[in-house]
């Protein structure tokens, strides 16, 4: 079963002396944000009074938190939404979903192992998968990705010379 909440920032740092926290956003983009009127903190929901990008982060004011002390409260913590209200266009994947699933290699069918990881580097991402004693760097493009179907569970690549090492 799918976590009901998908994480997807941190409080870094106040903002301001009227309560605006800083969050480093974990989305492709800080402006995806903006579109969620409602942020938990574990199963806590914060209603958002305002929400702007600034630069790569984005700073959000909160009902009840009004003042850089109350704020100051919230640092460190992750900021989540519920799934229900995030919503993708089609072939895309929230990175949560993707963690744990199986990846067969797509011309032999064969296991190769679990996503353990995924790196966010700024030119795409890159799907670390470990199986038994071989770990593999799948970048997470088309030339690559042959199939993601999260509701099964799988992800199928085809993999080249050069992306697989010994752990």
Known sequence: MKN????????????????????????DSPEYLKQFHTFYLGETPMKVLSVRVDKT??????????????????????????????????????LADL???????AASGDKLGVVEDILTPPAHNV???????????????????VETNVEDGFIKVNLIEGLETDV
């Open 57 to 94: 982060n984005v700073l959000i004011r909160f009902e009840g938190v009004d003042t850089v002390e109350a704020a100051m409260k919230l640092k460190g913590k992750t900021l989540s939404v519920a799934r229900t209200d995030a919503k993708l266009p089609q072939g895309r994947y929230f």
């Open 99 to 105: 963690m744990e699933l199986d990846v067969l290699d």
């Open 4 to 27: 009901p909440f998908l994480e997807t920032g941190q409080i870094v740092n106040t903002h301001g002396v009227k309560g605006e926290v800083k969050v480093v956003p974990w989305a």
């Open 127 to 145: 799907y670390v998968v470990s199986g038994g004693a071989k770990r593999y760097m799948i970048p997470a493009v088309p030339a690559f990705i």
